[in-house]
């Protein structure tokens, strides 16, 4: 089976993160919506640069993942996909609340579904989207997307 450096990877998948939030940044984001950015730029960029390092002096090599994946992780990932290309469309609220309750119902067993339950898992979905929308946008004041198709 074929190794994999996982500190060059992880070092990779970090300093991409550390580039995509800074050509986010905007000169309109107020104080609150710039502080975990701007703290966190610089955290992701030094310890990304540190697993690059050491990747050529010490590399932690594992059996490679890909081979393993199963088809709940392709899900998980592919629902984390669709929600990053359908957030500017359809809006922060719906586009997390279709990609939440996707993962709930991929996850409950065959033998348990029904309607009770996808009601109650729509609810879960409701209840978790409501929560991180009020912690942003009310107490942190971090604008999110509405989405274009309600715009």
Known sequence: MKKLNTDLLGGLIMLGCAAFFYWQMDE?????AAYFPNRIIPCLAVLGAA??????????????????????MLFAIAAGLAWVFTLEWL?????????IFAMLVRFLPPDRRGAAAFIKLALLA??????????FVKFLYVTLPVGRLFA
């Open 28 to 32: 309109e984001f107020t104080h609150y």
């Open 51 to 72: 697993l690059l390092v050491k990747a050529r002096v010490r590399p932690t090599m594992l059996d490679s993942f890909v081979s393993q994946m199963n088809s709940t």
């Open 91 to 99: 809006g922060f609220v719906i586009s997390s609340f279709a990609a």
């Open 126 to 135: 409701a209840v978790e989207v409501g929560g991180i929308y009020v912690l």
